[in-house]
């Protein structure tokens, strides 16, 4: 059984940690299949190679779709390419499992979901599985989004929506929707080994910036204007109070710039990590004290980790994900005023032993859940 794992990569390290905890579940679930990644700017050879990945090559180029020709190479030939040079096509693949994490709505392109429409539709008439995992999708309000949204989610063998927000989009497009569920973030079952990995960190509060909240697809303009400026003050409080910080850099390049810009205006030198892969990433963020964080899966693997967070988000899926650990207080309301920024930091660090113990409950019923979504995926599969 070849799986082509879509929407992953591995510059950041969200997406990255989504392919490690599919390889950690494959491993134990099907351990004979072979996995499949495609070509991208973010997912380089040497990279996939290291998985163990077959190189998946693709023919598509905007709505110019030329995959299903490799439904007519004969599969000797298809055969020579897998075992010669490692190339497979979507003719090779068995089952598609996307963790494009948030990559379907109206803040993206209309074309990327007429893609992705035409390659469920496809998959579903050569009778194999294209599965969305746990993601967060919509909202849909434009009509080709609408249209090509209920295209995929019509067509594919199982849908899971993070949240509420989301599984009502999804279901809204879909008359007939029993395949359609709601399960959490699945990275919250990856547990890093435990190990001295970072512990030079260990009680640190640990900063994680995020570029995409002063980016256009980031509506709220107060926070595109002071975003940078509260990530300052709530580092600079933290350390007048007697705290330890460091910044963490959870997606490389893109928001190397916003790092060292934050270091640059920090009370004391404070040093910028970039760990080398997503598992050392959430293994660090084991080691903290508090977590502040406007990274989506730094949240998921502080609070399924039960340490405090406090964050920022320019999407759903943040208040969601808040709302559902019962730690909707810590999300950072826009347009909050400093001394209230202050107070809310005070607060949180006076009150770290009771909400770790919230944190503890909300996490393991999580991970239950979780636990059961792969179930329902794997039955799925494995059916004759």
């Not at 007519?72 to 298809?78: I, K």
């Amino acid at each position: 059984m070849l799986i082509e794992i879509k929407g992953v990569q591995f510059v950041n390290k969200g997406a990255e940690l989504m392919l490690s905890a599919i390889l950690d579940k494959l491993s134990i679930e099907l351990p004979e299949a072979e996995i499949c990644l495609a070509h991208n700017k973010n997912t380089p050879y040497l990279k996939r190679a290291k998985v163990g990945a077959y190189q998946k090559i693709e023919l598509r180029k905007n709505i110019i779709d030329l995959n299903r020709l490799f439904y007519f190479c004969p599969r000797v030939l298809r055969t020579y390419f897998k075992t010669r040079f490692g190339i497979v096509s979507e003719a090779d693949v068995d089952v598609i499992l996307d963790a494009s994490g948030f990559g379907y709505g109206d803040q993206w392109s209309d074309v990327i979901l007429q893609q992705v429409a035409s390659v469920v539709k496809r998959v579903k008439q050569q009778k194999k599985h294209y599965i969305f995992l746990p993601q967060s999708l919509g909202p849909f309000s434009r009509s080709k989004n609408q249209k090509y949204a209920s295209k995929a989610f019509s067509h594919a063998s199982l849908v899971f929506a993070r949240e509420t927000p989301s599984y009502n989009h999804a279901c809204d497009l879909v008359v007939k929707n029993e395949h359609i569920h709601q399960a959490p973030d699945f990275t919250n079952l990856l547990e890093p080994a435990l190990s001295a990995d970072y512990s030079q960190y260990q009680d640190h509060i640990i900063l994680v910036p995020n570029s995409k909240m002063l980016s256009s697809k980031n509506q709220d303009q107060w926070w595109r204007d002071n975003y940078v400026l509260t990530l300052i003050s709530l580092a600079n409080n933290a350390i007048a109070l007697g705290e330890k910080v460091v910044i963490l850099n959870h997606s490389g390049a893109e928001d190397a710039t916003l790092c060292a810009e934050i270091a640059s205006h920090l009370m004391v030198k404070t040093e910028i990590v970039e760990p080398p892969n997503a598992i050392r990433v959430k293994a660090l963020i084991g080691r903290g004290k508090l977590v502040i964080s406007s990274r989506f899966h730094g949240c998921v693997s502080a609070l399924s980790q039960s340490i405090p967070c406090i964050a920022t988000g320019w999407s759903h899926k943040y208040q969601e994900l808040f709302s559902e650990y019962d730690m909707a207080d810590l999300l950072l309301p826009s347009q909050i005023a400093p001394d209230e920024l202050e107070q809310l930091l005070e607060n949180c660090l006076q009150q770290l032993e009771y909400k770790k113990r919230g944190l503890e409950k909300n996490a393991k019923a999580f991970k239950l859940q979780s636990e059961q979504m792969w179930q329902t995926v794997f039955a799925m599969i494995k059916q004759p």
